[in-house]
């Protein structure tokens, strides 16, 4: 069973940093995109950044130049730099990854369970 499971959310003050980790757990043959998106309370779900197994990367144009996505294959692992927070950062940031479990041939997205993020001004 796929399992994605994100942490280092928390509290942070207006201009300061956090990074979000998500490891991927369960019998895998191949992770392609990962990404991380969020949910602010009364919004839509959005996507903040996205990275492909040839990692390249695309963000949202909210977070650009602040934020970075990186990956690491042999941990099962994405992560979230942070940079510059501000209070309309406050949300639920979700991981997600697209992945090929070692038992079937397709190819499915997986999602965590959310880690908040609060930004205070």
């Known amino acids: 069973q796929v399992q994605l499971v994100e942490s280092g959310g928390g509290l942070a003050q207006a201009g300061g940093s956090l990074r979000l980790s998500c490891k991927v757990s369960?019998?895998?043959?191949?992770?392609?995109?990962m990404g991380w998106y969020r949910q602010a309370a009364g919004k839509r779900r959005e996507m903040v950044a996205q990275i492909t197994n040839g990692e390249t990367t695309y963000y949202g144009d909210s977070v650009k130049n602040r934020f970075y996505i990186s990956r690491d294959n042999a941990a099962k692992a994405t992560y979230l730099q942070m940079n510059n927070l501000q209070p309309d950062d406050t949300a639920v940031y979700y991981c997600?990854?697209?992945?090929?479990?070692?038992?079937?041939?397709?190819?499915?997205?997986?999602w965590g369970q959310g880690t908040q993020v609060t930004v205070s001004s």
């Open positions: 369960g019998t895998i043959f191949r992770i392609n995109t």
């Open positions: 997600m990854a697209e992945v090929r479990p070692l038992s079937s041939s397709e190819l499915n997205t997986y």
